[in-house]
């Protein structure tokens, strides 16, 4: 492990499930993040270099400030500080796609969701219908594994203010491509949470081969959309992608979500997958 005042944790130190090491290659820009996304050889080697992107300077800055600066309640903690991978199921049925991870939640944790108030209620939710081991997530170790089920963002470092730039987006947007190429011969159902992740799905889509309509569908709670799977999924059934709202406190205090309607829609998910 690391100084506790260091801004990330250097590859291959110890952290629970990094998926990176020393020597991992890193993208220090945009095209690099196109070279490396690419020139992956399979879904491990391409999470441990999303795991250590530095390609934006400004969300390298930020997530590595918040890391040394802290919030108080976490200030004796270790803060991950590196871009956040995608994880769970290698060969899943759901993929999940969010926006970014949050600056005490994910870039804590080095997972997405894990330790924030909105995976307090994203995996109460899919664990209570069977998409994942235990109802809460708080750090790398606790134990929790994601059934048939995997997550991603379309931005993988924290943004100030939880804003990436629309560059920033389009930097990103290999990583997700990649991925979302990688689990394509399994996926069954991709479940968008927010209407910001599923504005920035809609490129990695097309990018990772599926056929994508014209205009656009629009983003709405529990909007279904179904999709051609691309040619390297091997089969032709429907990919079904589902709209959420985001399980965010402003979201979940006004009561915009509740329970039931997050369950719901992971209940569609899973029954379809």
């Given at each position: 492990m690391t100084d506790a005042r260091a801004p990330y944790v250097p590859p291959g130190t110890g952290w629970p499930d990094d998926p990176a090491a020393p020597d991992t290659p890193v993208a220090h820009g945009a095209g690099e993040v196109i070279e490396l996304a690419a020139g992956a050889p399979d879904l491990a080697e391409l999470c441990a270099r999303q795991s250590v992107c530095r390609a934006c300077d400004r969300l390298v800055e930020w997530r590595e400030k918040v890391a040394v600066e802290r919030r108080r309640a976490f200030a004796n903690e270790e803060y991950w500080g590196r871009p956040i991978p995608g994880w769970g199921d290698p060969e899943p049925r759901i993929l999940i796609v969010g926006l970014a991870p949050a600056a005490h939640g994910?870039?804590?944790?080095?997972?997405?969701?894990?330790?924030?108030?909105?995976?307090?209620?994203?995996?109460?939710?899919?664990?209570?219908?069977?998409?994942?081991s235990q109802a809460t997530s708080v750090h790398a170790a606790d134990g929790q594994r994601l059934i048939g089920a995997r997550m991603a963002a379309t931005v993988r470092c924290a943004p100030p203010d939880n804003k990436p730039t629309p560059l920033e987006r389009t930097t990103c947007l290999p990583w997700l491509a990649r991925e979302v190429e990688d689990v394509a011969g399994s996926v069954r159902c991709i479940v968008c949470l927010g209407g910001f992740a599923w504005q920035g799905v809609w490129p990695a889509l097309k990018q990772a081969g599926y056929e994508v309509p014209r205009p656009r569908p629009k983003f709405g709670h529990?909007?279904?959309?179904?999709?051609?799977?691309?040619?390297?999924?091997?089969?032709?059934?429907?990919?079904?992608?589902?709209?959420?709202?985001?399980?965010?406190?402003?979201?979940?205090?006004?009561?915009?979500?509740?329970?039931?309607?997050?369950?719901?829609v992971f209940a569609r998910a899973r029954d379809y997958a």
């Open positions: 994910g870039n804590r944790t080095g997972r997405i969701f894990t330790g924030d108030r909105s995976g307090d209620w994203l995996f109460a939710s899919l664990h209570r219908v069977g998409l994942a529990a909007a279904e959309v179904e999709l051609a799977p691309p040619p390297s999924a091997a089969r032709r059934d429907p990919v079904l992608l589902l709209g959420c709202y985001h399980p965010s406190q402003q979201n979940t205090f006004t009561g915009r979500v509740t329970e039931d309607m997050l369950d719901a």
